[in-house]
């Protein structure tokens, strides 16, 4: 039992280069989320998925888009990277929406050059 | 835009009980209040959740007040290991009907000093 595995652990892109961040969860959970935490500003919520076939943006969701692949696997994209979008990003999922517990997957740092 | 409002660090003394106060006022009428703990290089860690009154587990107690628009982790005996950032997470009604976001507070930075 693994929990939430996020791949990859550290990206370098440059600007207006494009890639993919992966999540999967093996804990038959509904709900999955995608944050950014940058220094200072704590966990801030990109996209979030409720159930299988459904997605809701968060407080940040410019520049990002996601997909709910299927019920264990939550991706987030960044088409054409930016600096500001130089952070550390983590994907969470939870068995039910809202505030129910949330279990983190260790993190993706990405710097964009 | 921040819906919550914690102190941005503290620090206390081993030994000594910690209290930690977060702000809510737009709880929604369901939600719960959710502490989150975060070690450096680390995802955020669940500590406790409550919806009213008083929530005790082998690691913290959660007071909630009546009118729920704030709540206060208590973190009894304070060690070395407890330096870290403590999160309050809880609904938001101000997004609109039928919807509503997931908003961590800022996060308040515990200092455990020997």
């Known amino acids: 039992n693994a929990g939430v595995t996020q791949t990859p652990k550290f990206q370098v892109l440059k600007t207006g280069q494009s890639m993919t961040l992966q999540c999967a969860q093996d804990?038959?959970?509904?709900?999955m989320y995608w944050y950014r935490q940058d220094p200072g500003m704590g966990l801030r919520l990109i996209y979030y998925s409720a159930s299988e076939g459904t997605t809701d943006k968060g407080e940040v969701p410019n520049g990002y888009n996601v997909s709910r692949l299927n019920k264990r696997e939550f991706s987030l994209r960044l088409e054409s990277a930016a600096p500001s979008q130089t952070s550390v990003y983590f994907c969470?999922?939870?068995?039910?929406?809202?505030?129910?517990?949330?279990?983190f997957g260790p993190g993706t740092r990405l710097t964009v050059l | 835009l921040a819906k919550t409002t914690q102190p941005i660090s503290m620090d206390s003394y081993e030994g000594q009980e910690v209290n930690i106060t977060c702000s809510h006022n737009n709880i929604a009428t369901n939600d719960y209040i959710t502490w989150y703990q975060q070690f450096p290089s680390q995802g955020p860690r669940f500590i406790i959740q409550?919806?009213?009154t008083k929530v005790t587990n082998e690691v913290a107690s959660l007071f909630i007040p009546a009118d729920r628009k704030s709540s206060t982790l208590s973190l009894p005996r304070v060690s070395l290991s407890d330096t870290a950032v403590y999160y309050c997470?809880?609904?938001?009604?101000?997004?609109?009907?039928?919807?509503?976001?997931?908003?961590f507070g800022k996060g308040t930075k515990l200092s455990v000093i020997p």
């Open positions: 804990m038959n959970h509904n709900s």
């Open positions: 969470a999922s939870s068995e039910a929406e809202g505030t129910d517990t949330q279990y």
């Open positions: 409550g919806y009213k």
């Open positions: 997470l809880v609904g938001d009604t101000a997004s609109g009907a039928g919807s509503y976001q997931l908003t």
